[in-house]
């Protein structure tokens, strides 16, 4: 694992520790980044996360990097808000939250981000879904055709859904509660019969410390009016999923006061299973 260090922030909420990079560096066509070393040409096959997701378990909603500043990193991707204001899907590079209220907005990339997942998304692989999959037989349909299951995936479903769940969460206001506390008081959303897109990553089982080990995906329908946090899913007509194999993981890690005192060596798979899916 190689650091580097990240551009100086002026705001003290910019302050970041750096980019800590892992995962293996392969030539292959896929998710673009900027170039770790002291070079400007691109990476190829480069997801950038701000934040972990144990971060976010350990509640630490305060945003640390605006998206504006990771517009080189992605025009894919999910999210939230400083103060865990909803959920944030990037799709064709466009900012979207689903409010607690279920409202989709357009965002100004100005705000910030305690947590997100970003790729430039290039797909290289597509798989066809069959309908009448709920979402645990799609997600593993998919890791069934994954070339390389080591390595992390940033993961495009687009069709038409049968049946779908989503969720949402409000601001929070310090003392900030766990999420796991927060999922407890979430805002659902289901609907039918419904044309959109998934917006996804598949990260393997022994990268669970920075992101969702298997599937963490959000959801847009293709008329911005629905979505969120995917709860469950049933597939419908014309569902193909497109998938980009990348190699690269690029890790903004907090060097914020309360991220210095968050215990994240505890183990919080069992968080991670109770926010993430439906029960």
């Known amino acids: 694992m190689d650091e580097m260090k990240g551009k100086t922030m002026n ?90 209220n279920g409202k989709v ?4 990339p100005s705000l910030l981000t305690p947590y997100a997942t970003l790729c430039n998304f290039k797909a290289d692989q ?7 999959l709920s979402y645990d037989e799609a997600s593993k349909l998919i890791e069934s055709k994954l070339k390389n299951p080591n390595t992390p995936y940033a993961i495009r479903i687009d069709g038409t859904f049968a049946a779908i769940k989503c969720r949402s969460v409000p601001a929070q206001e310090k003392p900030y509660p766990p999420l796991a506390e ?44 629905f979505g969120g946090h995917i709860l469950g899913f049933t597939t419908g007509d014309d569902v193909v999923a497109k998938v980009d194999r990348c190699t690269r993981l690029n890790v903004y890690i907090p060097d914020t006061e309360e991220a210095r005192k968050a215990d994240l060596d505890r183990d919080r798979s069992a968080d991670v299973n109770a926010v993430n899916r439906s029960k």
């Open 11 to 100: 705001k003290k909420s910019d302050r970041l520790a750096g980019i800590v990079l892992a995962g293996l560096v392969l030539a292959v066509s896929g998710c673009r980044g900027p170039n770790p070393s002291c070079c400007d040409a691109p990476v190829l096959d480069t997801v950038t996360q701000v934040s972990s997701y144990n971060g976010l378990l350990a509640a630490l909603y305060d945003g640390v990097i605006s998206y504006d500043k990771l517009a080189e990193y992605g025009d894919f991707g999910l999210g939230t808000f400083d103060k865990m204001d909803g959920e944030m899907v990037m799709l064709d590079s466009v900012l979207y939250q689903v409010d607690f």
């Open 105 to 108: 907005n357009v965002m100004d």
């Open 126 to 132: 597509e798989i066809k879904i069959p309908a009448g």
């Open 182 to 225: 927060i999922a407890k008081s979430q805002s659902i959303f289901e609907d039918n019969n419904v044309q959109g897109t998934v917006v996804g990553f598949r990260y393997p089982k022994y990268a669970g410390a920075l992101n969702v080990p298997g599937f963490h995906c959000h959801f847009l329908n293709d008329t911005r009016s």
